[in-house]
């Protein structure tokens, strides 16, 4: 019993809540020798474990005042410690890479200028990265990065490639996508990259 309540206590349970908890329950068992039948019991047990509780934090002198309230309809008040494990132990997963990361929306900026590029993917990061470094295509089919490194001959800045959203929804994400566009100071992006974005939001960018 020692060490259960020195448990309680470590987890912000109030000493006086235990105390009381304690003494209700050696109340109850002391009773459970009064009962003449064993139905009796039975009937006071399940009236009992019918009840409906309802779970607030416990602060000193405010959560007692909950208890008329909830008396009022029929609810029996029970008390939960404001600090607990999970607080203080994270158990969440490992952090995904970047380049392994999908559904984005990522901004690649140019080395030797102020000029970026903006585009969202449902693939990986570093499959996107791989098509727009591949050269070898014709020139007619080769993407504004591309065309951007051979007639300037400047360097992309490919491995600070920064992911600026993550959307799983691609309506969302394509959305997304246009916004950042749109507030580069110095776009390589086409034209016809934003025309679906309403220019009645341009203000509201701005600001």
Request: aromatic share 10%; proline share 3%; charged share 35%.
């Amino acid at each position: 019993m020692e060490s259960l309540i020195n448990s309680l206590l470590r987890n912000g349970y109030p000493l006086q809540l235990l105390f009381k908890i304690i003494k209700n329950r050696i109340k109850f068992l002391s009773n459970k020798n009064k009962f003449e039948t064993i139905n009796e019991y039975d009937r006071e047990l399940n009236s009992v474990e019918n009840k409906k509780y309802f779970s607030i934090p416990y602060l000193q002198g405010v959560s007692e005042k909950f208890n008329g309230a909830l008396n009022k309809y029929k609810f029996q008040l029970v008390h939960k410690p404001m600090n607990n494990l999970s607080k203080f132990i994270k158990t969440g997963k490992d952090r995904v890479k970047k380049d392994e990361r999908s559904n984005i929306v990522y901004k690649i900026e140019c080395k030797d200028c102020d000029y970026s590029y903006v585009c969202q993917t449902k693939r990986k990061l570093k499959t996107r990265l791989k098509e727009h470094i591949n050269l070898r295509k014709p020139i007619e089919s080769l993407s504004v990065i591309s065309n951007h490194r051979i007639d300037k001959d400047h360097r992309m800045d490919w491995d600070n490639t920064k992911i600026l959203d993550s959307e799983r929804s691609y309506y969302k994400r394509s959305i997304s996508e246009m916004i950042h566009i749109k507030t580069q100071k110095k776009g390589l992006n086409k034209q016809s990259d934003t025309e679906r974005f309403p220019d009645l939001y341009l203000p509201l960018l701005e600001q």
